[in-house]
């Protein structure tokens, strides 16, 4: 099992190694509306743990050329943990 600890909400979730950071949706206080990559609500700054995270895919980076900038910043909507522990903060 990964591990997200979620800094803003002093929370850790488990979740299945190879998910989608959108099950932690109901879980934290990240809001997760769209859950497509394409409205930006769900982006997080990555703390640590980034190596843990797949590389964005075609929908993140689109997503992430239109609310990002800095490249530390992901959608959890539409990205993957590996395995291990991400920190992340909104």
């Known amino acids: 099992m990964?591990?997200?600890e979620i800094k803003n909400d002093s929370k850790t979730v488990k979740v299945a190694d190879g998910s989608l950071l959108a099950e932690?949706?109901?879980k934290c206080s990240i809001l997760f509306a769209c859950k497509a990559g394409s409205c930006g609500s769900c982006k997080v700054k990555v703390v640590s743990g980034m190596e843990n995270l797949e590389a964005p895919n075609d929908i993140e980076q689109a997503g992430l050329a239109t609310?990002?900038?800095d490249p530390t910043e992901r959608l959890p909507c539409v990205c993957k943990?590996?395995?291990?522990k991400v920190v992340v903060e909104y």
């Not at 943990?81 to 291990?84: M, Q, R, V, Y």
């Open 24 to 26: 932690l949706d109901g």
């Open 81 to 84: 943990i590996k395995k291990g």
């Open 67 to 69: 609310f990002g900038g």
């Open 2 to 4: 990964a591990e997200v």
